[in-house]
């Protein structure tokens, strides 16, 4: 078992599911990322996904969007992102897992870009567009390094899809709670449940679920059903309206104490 899930199985045994708060590297840029991963710990997450910036969206709304043209306006890079983790592992003693596109992974080179992750700390990666029928290559060098792989399912994954996902996940499985780009949302779709069930009939692996959470409500409501909940969108909201650095990394922690209060299932 990697460190992820025993993450996961760690929440279980006190009563309580999986945080995992989104922040994109390097916004505003990689000294305010430095800032808010000690925050984000101390604030409860138990899981840190942190977005390497990509200058062409895939499934991302206009809060990381804007995000990401925030963090490469300021000349984030992929080894810059993967050098200030690394200066900041030590201190941590939540998951971290980075969110990439696959171009950046490819140009980067898999074997290569498989070796830093593991050099940088983090526990797993989630390429976002890399289906795990076409993911031998890159699962066999994070694999051979110890890098957990996350793979991606939504409410349209095909029953071959989620098959082949729930057998090779090696972190866990991030479901997408709905149709459409990241985004926060007013509710929790009422066919998540049926979404949980009929992966965990699958896997063992656990399933977190991300997409339009930014309550604690909503952490709860997924928290019930579910093994965790990503918040990405609101947080990333939040943290871009702080007046300065300290305002930011205050709101960070105060932002993850009150999600993370909805993952208390007993």
Request: net charge negative; proline share 5%; glycine share 10%.
């Amino acid at each position: 078992m990697g460190r992820l899930q025993s993450i996961f199985e760690a929440c279980a045994a006190r009563g309580e599911r999986v945080l995992v708060p989104y922040i994109t590297a390097g916004d505003p840029d990689l000294a305010a990322t430095a800032a808010l991963l000690p925050a984000l710990a101390a604030g409860g997450a138990d899981i840190i996904e942190i977005g390497v910036p990509f200058s062409d969206p895939l499934m991302d709304g206009p809060t990381i969007q804007r995000a990401s043209h925030r963090a490469l306006a300021a000349g984030t890079t992929p080894h810059g992102v993967m050098a200030t983790v690394a200066q900041a592992r030590a201190g941590l003693g939540c998951g971290l897992i980075y969110m990439v596109p696959f171009n950046l992974v490819w140009r980067y080179g898999l074997e290569r870009f498989a070796v830093d992750c593991a050099q940088s700390g983090v526990d797993g990666v989630l390429i976002t567009d890399l289906p795990p029928e076409e993911a031998d290559d890159w699962q066999a060098a994070a694999d051979a390094h110890g890098v957990e792989t996350i793979y991606l399912l939504a409410p349209t994954s095909s029953p071959e899809r989620i098959r082949l996902a729930a057998a090779r996940a090696t972190g866990f499985i991030y479901l997408i709670s709905r149709r459409g780009v990241t985004g926060v949302q007013s509710s929790v779709p009422t066919e998540l449940a049926d979404l949980v069930a009929g992966i965990r009939a699958q896997t063992a692996v656990p399933i977190a679920v991300g997409f339009g959470i930014a309550t604690a409500q909503q952490v709860a409501q997924v928290c019930a059903v579910a093994d965790g909940a990503v918040v990405g969108s609101a947080l990333v909201d939040r943290l871009a309206a702080a007046a300065d650095s300290d305002a930011r990394v205050a709101a960070a922690e105060t932002m993850i104490r009150e999600l993370k209060a909805g993952t208390i299932i007993s």
